[in-house]
């Protein structure tokens, strides 16, 4: 690729990037546009990475005085302000991108999917790693045992090597593994190990919990990890498309169909932690397929569902 296709595709990725981050993005034109090149998704983890380095605070917010004077026209002075830091975000995420050392491969890149697709990358040493929707990884150029999880679901299959096990963290908790097949998941301070083959050690605080082939492990922020056992084969159903549960808050349930439908699914506060134990096929039915299994109703509310009980009047 010669530098001005290349400074083409850098300017394509920053774009993406600015507009994901907005309310209307389009995630669907995003994934075509990431399928259409496999140089596209290497451009775009650069610019993820870049945006990641800038601080926090390096570009405030403008203060808007609250008076009468101003309040009028004040919406269209903040959509300029809006425009105007935007713009100034992506020149400093290009000149990022043309320094030296990103240009010459950072030692850490994400790799990201978008709500309903899934993606399998190489971890360099003849292990991989699966991602559901809406997951983001973060890897390692240079230590091909290392991964972040970020948010999302994920299962690793791992190259059995004793001296350099592969460690996973997300947040505090961290997952270390010497060969063998796992799926992880971390969505909204809920925290799930599932073990489908080999074994893994578990680690929180120095507190390790050694789990074998047929076991979960699950935490959230604050609580102990509860561990249980479940079959190997629902452990990974995402990728075919299945969904099994056992008393599982409908909650969790709604969360997972969201990441693999591409489609938001909201439960009724009420219903929230209601049990659901069964199978729910991932398809264009799945939410009303799930309500009526309970007795209830989904409703379409604009682009997202909403799962409510019967008698709930529509608003």
Known sequence: ?????????????????????G???????????????????????????ADAELEPGAFPAPA??????????????????????????????IALIGLPWLTAGPDRYEVATAAGQHRTAPLGDGSSVQLNGATRLILDRNDPRFAELVTGEATFSVRHDAAHPLVV?????????????????????????????GSVVYDRGGAAVPLAAGQTLRADEAGRP?????????????????????AAPLETVARDLSRSLGVEVAIDPELM?????????????????????LGLQARRTGDSWLIEP??????
């Open 226 to 246: 509860v561990v249980g056992r479940e079959d190997p084969q629902a452990m990974t159903g995402w990728q075919r498309g299945q969904l099994s549960y056992r």
């Open 310 to 315: 019967r008698s709930r009047a529509p608003r």
């Open 64 to 93: 808007i005085a609250a008076n009468d004077d101003l309040i009028a026209g004040s919406s269209s002075r903040n959509r300029r302000w809006a425009t105007a830091f935007a713009a100034i975000a992506a020149v400093f995420l």
């Open 169 to 197: 963290v997300a947040g505090d908790h961290r997952v270390q593994d010497t060969g063998t097949t796992f799926n992880l998941i971390r969505d909204r301070g809920r925290f799930t190990i599932a073990v489908i083959e």
């Open 1 to 21: 690729m010669n530098r001005q296709a290349q400074q083409d595709l850098q300017a394509q990725a920053i774009a993406w990037h600015i507009q994901l981050r």
């Open 273 to 293: 932690a209601l049990p659901f134990t069964g199978s729910v096929r991932v398809d264009r039915d799945a939410v009303t397929s799930l309500a009526s299994a």
């Open 23 to 49: 309310d209307a993005a389009d995630w669907g034109a995003f994934v075509q546009w990431l399928e259409g090149d496999p140089a596209r998704s290497d451009a775009y983890d650069a610019v993820a990475l």
